[in-house]
Nanobody
Framework: QVQLVESGGGLVQPGDSLRLSCLAS????????MAWVRQVPGKEREFVGSISGSGGSISYADSVKGRFTISRDNAKNTMYLQMNSLKPDDTAVYFCAARAMSTLSWGSWGQGTQVTVSS
């Protein structure tokens, strides 16, 4: 399993930007697909987007496409989520997740970081 630690959450106003980071403990970080998932209390988790091990393949949920950007720096064992034009509906706890290339399940999760968008 991979240990994941998110950081960068906070309280921002609508229209602001925020960047989240996810630091992984994996020795071979580049062999893991990574994802961002968010959850509002009482609601199901929502997939935000994912990135392949090399960073060459990235996908996004329609709700964030054009506003959020996922990237990774394999030399730093870190994945990022750049969030621009934030809306109140983006308020949630944001989790990062990892899965090895040989598996289909997201087996490792971080503890989450709160993002609150409010005026």
């Amino acid at each position: 399993q991979v240990q994941l630690v998110e950081s960068g959450g906070g309280l921002v106003q609508p229209g602001d930007s925020l960047r989240l980071s996810c630091l992984a403990s994996a020795r071979t970080f580049s062999r893991y697909y990574m994802a961002w998932v968010r959850q509002v209390p009482g609601k199901e988790r929502e997939f935000v987007g994912s990135i392949s091990g090399s960073g060459g393949s990235i996908s996004y949920a329609d709700s964030v496409k054009g506003r959020f950007t996922i990237s990774r720096d394999n030399a730093k064992n870190t994945m990022y989520l750049q969030m621009n034009s934030l809306k109140p509906d983006d308020t949630a706890v944001y989790f990062c997740a990892a899965r090895a290339m040989s598996t289909l399940s997201w087996g490792s999760w971080g503890q989450g970081t709160q993002v609150t968008v409010s005026s």
